[in-house]
């Protein structure tokens, strides 16, 4: 059962952060030089942002901690997006 709560949560949060805001970012900013790297930081900011929800489980400062390594997993995420032109390899890294 918890295998597969993680793998449903995971391929909703790779489908709505890569796949959904992050294609839509890429879009919007298509005639901006910094196209890919704006796209990158914004859908990570959302991502990480979208974990504020647990400070009803855990305290402040866990939150915080856990809003950062989002952030950065987020943008190691969009990378292996771009890499490798699929979510499967996100969707892993993510379950990992």
């Known amino acids: 059962m918890s295998l597969l709560a993680m793998t449903t949560a995971v391929f909703f949060e790779e489908h709505l952060g890569r796949g959904l805001i992050f294609g839509a970012l890429l879009v919007y900013f298509k005639h901006h030089k910094w196209r890919t790297q704006l796209s990158i930081l914004l859908s990570a900011l959302l991502f990480s942002m979208s974990h ?8 402040a400062m866990q939150t915080l901690n856990q809003m950062l390594y989002t952030f950065a997993f987020g ?6 997006y771009i890499r490798s032109g699929s979510l499967l390899i996100p969707f892993l890294a993510h379950c990992l």
């Open 75 to 80: 943008c190691l995420a969009s990378m292996l």
């Open 52 to 59: 504020v929800i647990n400070l009803f489980n855990q305290n």
